[in-house]
């Protein structure tokens, strides 16, 4: 039931979840199927990636002359704010959970889908409409606040702040729906077999990101709320001039978009950890260290909000706490790091496009990580606050890592999605292009920041030129890759070669499925016999099969 | 939150959807999806009650005086007849469990006749503010100088207002499962909707049972 | 080592005791991260290098880690980050408390120009003047949105919040001229609200001082707040110049002619300017002094529509004197001169 690639060609599953029950675009729009709403937020937030990236080049295009370049300094407030507001809510939150999550979470633990199909459509069609909402103000006007929508200036701007608040408040409620189905599904949906320290590493760290999704989500949604009502009508919660106070805002406001952070970086993790050990053909070093550290990240995550708000005039004892706290952040994330490499050790490693981009992940996590540790000494923070040194900071971390992890995942689920192979060749050049761009669009702004630039500066003092040249050159490399990303599995959807239910070998659970897999998942519901980060008992030679439960699902057992 | 879909033809029963192996699992999910809801509701005036925790530290004075401006014996009314309807609500439920479901959907409507007694009192309330000018932000006339008084009443109005938003939705929701039952679509096996429903009442009851002494008590 | 590292890392030139105490921290972790990321990525090539797959069939052993590892993976970082929060707190928590010997500098931020105003009521637009080696409290504040006030050759940074003063200090060593930013954003100039720290020995500055507060007697007249009374003496146009250069004026219209955010003033009086609606109008006192108050009402065709109004920031009297000192600019041939703005001059960045 499961030949290996050597032996006889991959079988394309004819009977998948592409092609039942119907092919039609109605039948996309009205499914319940977890993995097609999966693949629909993919193609979403892939349009909103390019949105946003298309800003960002804007930025970009602009800073490399000192003063105005290709826009008025108007335009550029705009263009940062929508850069911003695009990246994180509609691609950056949603990216892998609703993205990734939703084809993959079910599929790990066994389920035939998650616990709530329709509630799940609804989420999709929530973060289309408040993309929508979204749109709308950005095309009559756009806001000019920037993404934090820091008050009274978001209360008082004559430009169109509500409908883009509006819009990230009904994107909150398709971040809680998501995360909701997910923990609800986690719990009692796993499969005989399953059990908590069986699930495959990428559940633990989507089940914890949901916690935080519906913890603190509703809390931003109160508080953007809060600011549309306050600009349309000048209620005063906010305001000075009417008694309110603006640091409550921002007090609110990082309660929510602190752990945000985490719900960006966590289910990066979860893809890491996946990859490294599928493509180190290894088990995971420290199973419960990588697992229980996620809910230790999404815990403390929650009580490290106010390190955004060291230059705020907060008080010396709470910047302490918040500053230690912001330490552990950093423990939990050492922890992955070290077992992650540890996991190499004695492993078998194939040197294929998503362990590139582990690598690349790695490396932004690991500098990102310590940008974030040295911010987190608070008196550096006071120098580095609201330069260029926190932009690539959170670049670094959210964006590099995230993004790393983003194109892993592609790479490594794209022959489980469509059962076809992308070019191994091509994906390296891109991949080559995509890291050495991003790093070299941020390392000069690390100097940057140094140097004491602000951040959302139109215009800046001469010296600052070389370094933004320079960050800018990076800028249209990293764009170059992501165009070529593009071509090539546009072209692998339909001429890449078969990939089989199980091209890498990995003992994942979804790999136990044909490729693309069929309505409900599983044809026959598999034993789950072992562990999913289990390489251990291999087969010595390729062509024997291994000695799993016959009858397993295909896929299993190659060498 | 109930998601009841797809009657699998010929399966063990019309509410069971195709994913779950057995009602009771199906009954477990919808049971923790809806303390999960419940957790995001609880977040939600988390946020408003931070912020008049806040403003009442910066505003002690205005705060007390507007807080005594208030109508404690209307508040005090709308506590019991509230948790009145939690309890009407639990009987509904208890009800339900032995497959009295005529009975749930009576005691149902009546825990909706409670509900709006509280809209009545509150609109009252309200009507009283509007004519003394106790009104939010910049169209407050109050008698309170400074700050104090024009942010009391714009949390008031948020937090009582998004609290009778809930009491509404919680209305309705009643209303659609009473329906419901009336009809015979639960039963002593199949009544999780009606669990569901209750729980959300009783949130809407907590909710209130932290806006009351908050708000209305010294 | 201390310059060299400096220069590697782009650091701003060090003008107090704090930045290089700072800066000796940023060294230490910038240098065991290195360290410890060489490290990482080291062993991380060698196991790729070492543990490369050589056949298909490879078997792989189960590792598993002892409690030695985990209690090292935890320990060392924890160890090391709480070290660098042991040096980096103290540090900041130094920063909140300003020697009693003090001298104070009431600093408040709007949209876009910083204001200093020193005891005893001299004050300045955009230039803070410091004595060298004496300690400075700066008692911050702003009048419209947050604003932050940093200055990166002082590692600095303090938020200007509206209807409260925070405070901060600093103890400048060596005398120099060094770029003050403004490092939240506040809106259309975000960028453009730039000052000037000017450390002066000390002598030079009690001297400065003191000639301030001379002039300041005989005049009656630092800069005068909006609110306060005009005074006397002055031609209304000098008054309108310098109320127009408080208000901010000058940061949106340029006097020489010259295309800005807003319209320019030179010639604005009495000119036919076409408006957004396509309606013309006639640039005289009504609408001058209408585009004060209400500036949304009627906004000249290819501007936007970005100024604030100044409806009760400005007194009748101050009214009246912007609109004659845009009046005395209306012929050409009466240049009064460059912008009174304040200019500013780019530190040289050595």
Redesign the interface.
Known sequence: MSPSP?SSPPVYAVRNYLNTPATGLRSWLTT?DHKRIGVMFLVAVTVAFAVGGFFAMLIRVEHLTPGPTIM???TY?RVFTLHGVVMIFLFMIPAIPSGFGNFLLPIMVG???V?????NLLSFYLYLLGAGIALWGMIHGGA???WTF?T??ST???SKVVPILLGAFVLGFSS?LTG??F???T???RAPGITWTKLPLFVWSIYATSVIQ??????L???LL?VA?EHA?????FD?????????FQH?FWFYSHPAVYIMILPAMAVISEVVCAF????I??YK?VAYSSLGIAFVGFFTWGHHL????QS?YD??IF??LS?FV??FT??K???W??T????????KTPFIYF?GF??FL??GG?TG??L?????D??W???YFVVAHFHFIMVGSTMMAFLAALHYWWPKMTGRMYSERWALVAAVFIILGFVFTFLPQF??G???M??????????YWA?NVASTAGASVLAIGFTIVLGYILVALRYGAVAGPNPW?SRGYEWLTPSPPPL?NFDVLPAFERGPH?????????P?PAPGPAGEAAGASH? | MADHAAAAPGGPHAALAHHFESLEKQGQAQRLGMWLFLATEILLFTALFAAYGVYRYLYTGAFAEASRGLATWMGGVNTFVLVTSSLTVALGLDAARQGRTRRTAGLFFLSIGLGLVFMTLKAVEYRHHFLLGELPGPSYRGHIPGSGGSLFFSLYFLITGLHAFHVLAGMTVLGVIGVKAWRGAYSAEYHVPVELAGLYWHLVDLIWIFVFPLIYLQ | MNDLLRRLLDLPEQASQHARDVDGLHYFIVLTTLLVGLAIFATTIWFLVRFQRRGEGEATPEVQPTRWHEAVFIGVPLAFFLLWFAIGFPQYVDLTRPPPDAMDVFVQGKQWMWKFAYAGGPSSLDVLRVPAGRPVRLLITSRDVIHSFFVPALRLKQDALPGRYTETWFNADRPGRYQIFCAEYCGLSHSGMLAELVVMPASDFDDWLATQRRGLTRAQDGAPTPGEALLPGTSLVEQGRTVAAEQGCFKCHSVDGSRHIGPTFLGLYRRHERLSTGELVTADEAYITRSMMDPAAQVVADYQNVMPSFQGRMTPPEVAAVVEFVKSLANPAEQPGPSEGPAYEPIPSK
């Open positions: 050597a319940r008025d300094a108007m407030n389920a035939k889908d616990a709530f199909p329709r509630l000019d606040t920037g820091y009274p200036y008082t701007t004559s809680i909701l189905n923990i609800v599904t719990h009692t949906l519906i913890l603190a989500t509703p809390v949604g109160m508080t809060l009502i009508f000048g209620w005063g919660i000075p001039a009417r008694g309110g106070d603006p640091v409550l609110f180190s053909r290894k088990n070093f420290g260290a060291f230059t705020s005039g010396p910047a302490g500053g230690a330490m950093g423990i050492a922890i790091v070290f077992n490499v540890a190499m050790y004695k492993g078998s490693i194939d040197f690598l790695l490396f690991f500098f310590m540790i040295a987190a000494t608070v008196s550096l006071i120098h606050q609201d330069t100097l940057l140094n140097e004491g602000p951040r959302r500066y139109f215009s800046y003092p001469e010296r370094l070998g409900e289990q390489y251990h008992d291999l087969p010595a030679a390729p024997t060498g």
